[in-house]
């Protein structure tokens, strides 16, 4: 019957296999307020939404990356400027409608909200063609695992560790 429907399909019925069994890990790309872009991996991520910043409620006496706390289904999580937390980006422009929030978890439950200028949409990257990073700002280094170069254009597309990032000292 199999072979019948692939008669019948013709070139349909192979681009539905590929769509079913992509290679790879699933990421979720997105960019800093610098413009500049990395990846993070889907299975670390629980919701990515798009919040009007009078959601986040701003906190005293905390960090200046920590933008405030955000209720997340009954749960009140903290939100940080991402680009801000690495050390290469100034602080998100909050004077809009939207702002984009990823929030994550790492294996020992810790769930943040990380604040990103813009969502680029999630594509499946193959672990195995993950490279070292070749260059990258002090401040960032500790955070990432590696880089991914993308063969249309070149361009170098930073892996983040999220567990990394949610136990750094730089909270405190």
Known sequence: MVGDLDLLMGDETQELREIEAPEGELFLKFKVATGEEFALPAVSIVEVMSIGPEKITPMPNVVPVLLGTLNLRGEVIWVADLGQFLGISPPLN?????????AVMDQQDLLMGLAV??????EWLKTESLQPVQKAPESLAPFLRGEWVVPETGAHLPFLDPSAILKSNRWG
């Open 94 to 102: 909050l004077e809009r409608a939207e702002l984009p929030v990823v």
């Open 117 to 122: 200028d813009s969502i680029g949409g999630m």
